[in-house]
C-alpha cells in the first residue's frame, strides 16, 4: 500500500528557507502526479504546486517565484525548496499523489512550517 511521509518542516524567520521532502513507498507500480498542498489554521486547504511524470510544474500565484519543486524518480521523493519565506506561508505542508489508479491516490501526513516575522 502507498505511503507518502513528508519531512523537512520547522520554524525560520521571515527571508529564510526551508525544504521539504515527501517519500513515497510501498507502491512500486504507482504513476502519479506529485502535489504539495497547505492549510492554515482555520483555513482551507489550498494548492501550493505540483509536478508530473514530464518534469512539468505548477505553482500557485502565491508562491511562484519563491518556491521550487522537484522530483527524484529514483528514489521516488518530491522536494519543495522554499524561499524567502513569509509569515503567511506558515501551515501545515501536505504531499499528495494524483493517479489514475485509484490505490495510487494518496496523501501524506502534513509537516508544520512556521515563519516568524
Known amino acids: 500500500q502507498l505511503q507518502l511521509v513528508e519531512s523537512g518542516g520547522g520554524s525560520v524567520e521571515a527571508g529564510g528557507s526551508l525544504r521539504l521532502s515527501c517519500a513515497a513507498s510501498g507502491a512500486a507500480n504507482c504513476r502519479y502526479v506529485w502535489m504539495w498542498y497547505r492549510q492554515a489554521p482555520g483555513k482551507e486547504r489550498t494548492f501550493v504546486s505540483s509536478?508530473?511524470?514530464?518534469?512539468?510544474?505548477t505553482y500557485a500565484d502565491s508562491v511562484k517565484g519563491r518556491f521550487t519543486i522537484s522530483r527524484d524518480n529514483a528514489k521516488n521523493i518530491v522536494y519543495l525548496q522554499m524561499n524567502s519565506l513569509k509569515p503567511e506561508d506558515t501551515a501545515m505542508y501536505y504531499c499528495?499523489?494524483?493517479?489514475?489508479?485509484?490505490?495510487?491516490?494518496?496523501w501524506g501526513q502534513g509537516t508544520q512550517v512556521t515563519v516568524s516575522s
Open positions: 509536478i508530473d511524470g514530464v518534469d512539468s510544474s
Open positions: 499528495k499523489t494524483v493517479s489514475t489508479s485509484w490505490s495510487c491516490n494518496r
